[in-house]
């Protein structure tokens, strides 16, 4: 056997192993490492409820003074709940009549209008993104034109924190920086 034939196995054996090792990491399931207890935030994320609401109707973290723009269809509409965690999600997604351009300025000018830290930006012209912060409240932000409608979709996803009033130091800051209607759903 030449060199070359030799090279051709060693080649194949290491694809064979890459495989392998492939099917290992993604698809025997993974014990709790040792130490970890059944509280954990893998375990709350996959017990999670879902509330779906009418199309009217805004998700807790996504308010009316938002640049909702000229939504035309709403796609997804509701709220996530973690339990054993304060952590909560509201999702709104919408087809809007307005080009990605224009939904990306209204919304990058509404987050530095009402002082949020941008935490990134992502302006393309067939896709764009925006994530922001204030306080217990992050929003991602992207604009996409979905290619099964034909049409330019904005995609809300909010991600809050519901602070504990019964352990005063699990909250962070002063509850009047807090919006109101997150308060009134810890209480």
Known sequence: ??????????AIIV??????????????????PSGSDSTSTDVAVSSSHIDYLPQNEL?????????????????????TNYPNTQQQQSVREYV??????????????????NNWVIISTLNQTSTKSISASMDLVRVDVSFDM???LRENVVALMANYYVPSFNNA???PISTSSIPKNLIQNAK
């Open 146 to 148: 979905n290619v099964v």
């Open 59 to 79: 998700p807790i973290a996504i308010t009316a003074d938002m640049p909702l723009g000229s939504s035309t269809q709403i796609l997804q509409n509701f709220e």
């Open 1 to 10: 056997m030449n060199r070359r034939g030799y090279v051709l196995i060693i």
């Open 15 to 32: 694809i064979v192993l890459v495989i392998v090792a492939i099917w290992i990491i993604f698809m025997i399931p993974k014990g709790q």
């Open 169 to 171: 130091t699990s909250v």
């Open 96 to 113: 809007t009549g307005e080009t990605l351009a224009q939904a990306y300025t209204d919304y990058l000018d509404y987050f530095k209008k």
